[in-house]
Nanobody
């Protein structure tokens, strides 16, 4: 099992920044690709960003490309999402998940086994 705890969300004005953290409880953190999803009220859970096991590969949704940066610290069992130039449409609950599959195209959230409770990000206009 992998236990995940997201933190760092909050209320910010448009144009502001937040840094989200996801702490993983596992002895084998480095074997997992890590993925950030977000879910706004009434909408599906959509991928935001992903990072490979060693941190050398990244993926970003078009809607956040150039504004968000995903990173990881395997020594701390933590993945981060730096969010800059936030927009009201970024408002959502942000979740992280661990993925032990081969790196590839984004997949449905139904295909991931581990989730945290999420952290709320609210961006006011």
């Amino acid at each position: 099992q992998v236990q995940l705890v997201e933190s760092g969300g909050g209320l910010v004005q448009a144009g502001g920044s937040l840094r989200l953290s996801c702490a993983a409880s596992t002895r084998t953190f480095s074997v997992y690709n890590m993925v950030w999803f977000r879910q706004a009220p009434g909408k599906e859970r959509d991928v935001v960003a992903a990072i490979s096991r060693g941190g050398l590969r990244t993926y970003y949704a078009d809607s956040v490309k150039g504004r968000f940066t995903i990173s990881r610290d395997n020594a701390k069992n933590t993945v981060y999402l730096q969010m800059n130039s936030l927009k009201p449409e970024d408002t959502a609950v942000y979740y992280c998940t661990a993925d032990d599959a081969t790196w590839g195209a984004p997949r449905s959230p139904l295909e991931y086994d581990y989730w945290g409770q999420g952290t709320q990000v609210t961006v006011s206009s």
